[in-house]
Nanobody
């Protein structure tokens, strides 16, 4: 069974930093095609924070609001992705979700998308 588990959320003051982690696990994972972080604030739609796609090289895309404050990274050996968030603002308060599209063998190989349950980030003084 494939699982995505986020961690690292919490409460931080404006201007502070947090590092989110997402552990991707499952014995049938052949390849992670792409993964990303999304967020959803109360009463708002879920929006892209950062995402990478794997090809000849890894390409990262960020939401316009990031403006150089956040950096996404990955550890292929551990099947983990990270989101380093600096310069946090109150408007960054949201539940942050990890998402991954993966090639799964169960037993037929197919591309499937998975979501974690989210981790809450609160930016408040």
């Amino acid at each position: 069974q494939v699982q995505l588990v986020e961690s690292g959320g919490g409460t931080v003051q404006p201007g502070g930093s947090l590092r989110l982690s997402c552990t991707i696990s499952g014995k049938n994972i052949i390849k992670i095609n792409s993964a990303g972080w999304y967020r959803q604030a109360p009463g708002q739609q879920r929006e892209l924070v950062a995402r990478f796609t794997s090809g000849g090289s890894t390409n990262y895309n960020y939401g316009d609001f990031v403006k150089g404050r956040f950096t996404m990274s990955r550890d292929n050996a551990k099947n983990m992705v990270y989101l380093q968030m600096n310069g946090l603002k109150p408007e960054d308060t949201a539940v942050y979700y990890c998402n991954a599209e993966m090639l799964i063998e169960q037993p037929i190989r197919m591309d499937l998308q998975y979501w974690g349950k989210g981790t809450l980030v609160t930016v408040s003084s």
